[in-house]
């Protein structure tokens, strides 16, 4: 391995033998060679050693957990056994296009700012077509909470962080852990901590250099709905957000989350949060409403619909 070793990459999985292999391959298939890849398997689990032992690359390191804690304590985990300066987050059922680590080195090397982290847009991929998100980037002086949760149309997508897309200084990492325990939302509460710290900026690549796979035949944690947890998480950082920020969270995401259940009281309940602590604008409540009223399958299929583009079949 090279002594210029400047980039480790950390991808927490668990049972997904398969899915973790892709991911690994699309990290040591960077242009950018000088990395270390660190797969840290949440708990015992032989079939992904196993099939992690067949990758002949120098560059990779398994690091086996003795108990399962999830992937914020594994990606925790990974930031401490990091020998880069730089550490970038991969999931275990996402891919990396290959220019990712080097478009987003430059970027962070070229930042007047002592810890930037860099972000990147990425590819949706769903089983009926291929979005780009975020389909903006982050205006001049816009408070980052806003910029995440207000959107600009009826569906999630416009301002945008995915775990997979950051890069960011290994020593930020460790100062600024990921909270273990939480379920949904990892990526944002991260962020949204981070850039609270000194000399901390917010890039983006401007092009897409992930690709997400939202598979909907697996379980995946964005698909989780654990609704009272993340409500007690959202009032425990409200100083995280802006008023505006804390009410189109509060209809959108938190919305999404209640409405599988039907119940008029969360319904409620949310309304009065949005108003009582936030800021809430029209197109919150009319997000509010369309998510109760279309089943979660239709919605995705609208939204491909309108937002996406026929995947290549090639």
Not at 19 to 27: E, I, N, Q
Not at 72 to 93: F, H, K, M, Y
Not at 113 to 119: H, K, N, T, Y
Request: some cysteine; proline content about 7%; hydrophobic content about 40%.
């Amino acid at each position: 391995m090279s002594s210029a070793l400047d980039v480790s990459v950390v991808i927490p999985t668990c049972n997904r033998p398969h899915l973790a292999t892709r991911a690994v391959r699309s990290a040591l298939g960077q242009t950018h060679r000088n990395l270390e890849v660190i797969v840290v398997v949440d708990g015992p689990d032989e079939a992904t050693e196993k099939a992690l032992a067949e990758v002949a690359d120098p560059r990779l390191r398994v690091v086996v957990l003795p108990v399962r804690g999830n992937a914020p304590n594994a990606r925790n985990a990974g930031a401490r056994e990091a020998r880069g300066r730089w550490t970038a987050l991969l999931d275990d059922d996402d891919e990396w296009l290959p220019e990712k680590i080097a478009i987003q080195l430059a970027l962070a090397e070229a930042s007047p700012a002592g810890s930037p982290i860099v972000a990147s847009r990425l590819i949706s991929r769903t089983p009926r077509a291929d979005s780009v998100m975020p389909r903006r980037l982050p205006a001049a002086g816009q408070p980052l909470s806003e910029y995440f949760t207000v959107r600009r149309g009826l569906f999630y997508g416009d301002g945008f962080i995915q775990t997979s897309t950051i890069l960011a200084p290994t020593e930020l990492l460790r100062r600024v852990p990921f909270t273990v325990g939480l379920r949904r939302q990892q990526e944002l509460d991260w962020t949204l901590r981070a850039v609270r710290e000194p000399d901390v900026e917010l890039l983006y690549a401007a092009e897409p250099l992930v690709l997400w796979h939202q598979d909907e035949n697996r379980h995946r944690i964005s698909l989780e709905m654990p609704y009272e947890q993340q409500m007690r998480w959202l009032r425990a950082n409200r100083e995280l957000f802006t008023p505006r920020a804390y009410a189109a969270f509060t209809l959108s995401v938190m919305s999404s989350m209640a409405a599988p259940s039907r119940q008029a009281r969360h319904f409620r309940e949310l309304l009065a949060e949005a108003r009582g602590n936030g800021r809430p604008g029209a197109l919150d409540y009319l997000t509010h409403l369309q998510i109760w009223a279309l089943p979660p399958g239709l919605r995705r299929r609208v939204r491909d619909l309108i937002v996406g583009r026929a995947v290549d079949a090639g």
